[in-house]
C-alpha cells in the first residue's frame, strides 16, 4: 500500500496523564480510590514524572518525536474549593517551557479522570457545583497556557460518564467495577454504557470550558473521545447505530464546534443484537484483554472525521505488551491505517502514541504500555527499541 508522507509540522508524539506518571497525586479522588479496587495496586510514587518530567521530555526529543502530551492535574492546581496553588500552576508553566525548550509542541490535557478529593466530597459532577467549579478552574489553568497551541478540555467523556455511573452505583450498593483490567489471555469484559444523562452534562462542561479557552488563549479547542471501532455482525446494522450512539457518537457530535477531534483507539468489538459482543479469550490478546487490532485506528478515526466534520489529532494509540516488538508490529500496522484514512482525504495532524512510559494502569502496574521503561525502585527511564522506531518514523514523515 502506498504510504503518505506527513507534511512538515505533523506532530509525531507520544502522551501521558498527570496520575498514571507524576506519583504521590494524594489529593486525587483516585489516590484514595485505588484502595478499593479488588486485586488492584497503588500508583505511590508512579513514575515520579512529577520531579523527572524533563528526563522524559528529553528522551523523546532525543529520539526524533516532536510533540508531547500531558495533564495538569486539578487536585494539585486547586488544592481546596477555590484555593489555587501559584506553586503548582508555576510547575506546569515549567513543564510546557520545558517541553517547548526541547523543541516539543505542547498538547495540554486538563482533565483525565481524577478530580480533586473535595470536589467528589462536594458532590463531583452530578453536583450542582461542578459547572462553576470547573470553570473556576479552567480560567485559572488559562492562565499559563500562553503558546499552548493545543488543548484538550476532558479526556474521554465517554469513559468519565461510565465512570461516574459507576460510583453512583457504588454509593448505591450496587457492584462496581473501575477499568477493569485483567490478565492477557482472557477476553476483554463488556463494559457498561456510559450513563447519557451525565454525558450531555459533560458536553455542557466541555462547551463553557471551550468558551473560556478560545477567549482568553490562542489554542485550538477539543475533546478527546475512547473511539472503539465498533462493527455490526451481519444484519445488526441498525443495532450498531444505537449501540455506536450511547458509547461514542454522543461525544463525537458534541465536537462539531471545536476546533480538532481527538481520537484514541486501542482495539474493536463487534456488535450484535445484544448489544456489544464479549471478546473471546485468545493467545494475542494484550495485556488488558483486548483484541489485537491495529485497524481499530483507522476505522476510529474516518469514523470521528465522518461525525464530527472536524480536523482529527490522534491523541492516543498504543497496546499493553511485554513484548516490545509487537508494539512495533501492533504501531506500524496501526499507522498503515491511518495513513489510508489521509489518503481518502481525512484531515488528519498528527499522532501522539500511548504511552510514552510504563505508567500507572488505572490500579494495575503490569499492562505495560510505554515507548520506555521506568524502574519502579530507582525510576530509571530505558528507552525502548520502539522509541526509536517511532522517532525514526517522526523523523522522515513515514514507517
Ligand atoms: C486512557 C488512558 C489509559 C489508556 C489505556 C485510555 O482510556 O485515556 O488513561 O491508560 O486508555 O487503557
Not at 462542561?205 to 462493527?231: F, N, P, Y
Not at 520502539?386 to 522517532?391: A, E, I, M, N, R
Amino acid at each position: 500500500m502506498a504510504m503518505t508522507k506527513t507534511e512538515p509540522g505533523f506532530l509525531w508524539g507520544a502522551a501521558t496523564a498527570p496520575h498514571q506518571v507524576e506519583g504521590n497525586n494524594v489529593n486525587s479522588d483516585w489516590w484514595a480510590r485505588e484502595l478499593r479496587i479488588p486485586g488492584g495496586e497503588l500508583s505511590g510514587d508512579a513514575c515520579d514524572s512529577y520531579h523527572r518530567y524533563a528526563e522524559d521530555m528529553r528522551l523523546l526529543a532525543k529520539a526524533g518525536l516532536n510533540a508531547y502530551r500531558f495533564g495538569l492535574e486539578w487536585a494539585r492546581i486547586e488544592p481546596s474549593p477555590g484555593r489555587f496553588s501559584n506553586a503548582e500552576l508555576a510547575h506546569y508553566r515549567r513543564m510546557i517551557d520545558t517541553a517547548i525548550d526541547f523543541g516539543l509542541t505542547p498538547i495540554v490535557t486538563l482533565h483525565h479522570f481524577t478530580n480533586p478529593r473535595w470536589f467528589v466530597e462536594e458532590g463531583g459532577w452530578t453536583g450542582v457545583t461542578a459547572v462553576a467549579r470547573f470553570e473556576a478552574y479552567v480560567r485559572k489553568a488559562a492562565t499559563i497556557l500562553d503558546g499552548v497551541d493545543w488543548i484538550c478540555t476532558l479526556n474521554e467523556p465517554n469513559m468519565l460518564a461510565l465512570m461516574v455511573g459507576l460510583s453512583r452505583a457504588a454509593r448505591r450498593g450496587e457492584p462496581t467495577a473501575v477499568t477493569p483490567t485483567v490478565e492477557g489471555q482472557d477476553g476483554f469484559p463488556v463494559l457498561p454504557d456510559p450513563d447519557p444523562e451525565i454525558g450531555r452534562l459533560l458536553i455542557g462542561v466541555h462547551h463553557a470550558a471551550r468558551e473560556i479557552l478560545k477567549k482568553e488563549t490562542s489554542a485550538a479547542v477539543g475533546w478527546t473521545v475512547a473511539c472503539q471501532a465498533l462493527t455490526a455482525t451481519p444484519g445488526n446494522e441498525d443495532r450498531l447505530l444505537e449501540v455506536r450512539h450511547v458509547r461514542e457518537d454522543l461525544y463525537l457530535e458534541a465536537a462539531r464546534g471545536d476546533d480538532f477531534i481527538g481520537v484514541q483507539a486501542y482495539s474493536s468489538q463487534q456488535v450484535d443484537a445484544n448489544g456489544v459482543v464479549p471478546h473471546p479469550p485468545s493467545p494475542t490478546n494484550t495485556l488488558t484483554g483486548n483484541a489485537y487490532r491495529p485497524d481499530a485506528l483507522g476505522i476510529a478515526v474516518r469514523h470521528a472525521a465522518k461525525v464530527t466534520g472536524v480536523p482529527v489529532l490522534v491523541t492516543e494509540n498504543g497496546i499493553a505488551i511485554a513484548d516490545d516488538s509487537r508494539r512495533v508490529d501492533y504501531t506500524s500496522k496501526a499507522l498503515r491505517g491511518l495513513f489510508a484514512a489521509m489518503d481518502d482525504g481525512v484531515d488528519v495532524r498528527g499522532y501522539l502514541h500511548w504511552s510514552a512510559l510504563d505508567n500507572f494502569e488505572w490500579g494495575h502496574w503490569k499492562p505495560t504500555f510505554g515507548l520506555i521503561a521506568v524502574d519502579r525502585e530507582t525510576f530509571a527511564r530505558t528507552p525502548k527499541p520502539s522509541l526509536f522506531w517511532l522517532g525514526h518514523v517522526a523523523r522522515h514523515g513515514h514507517p
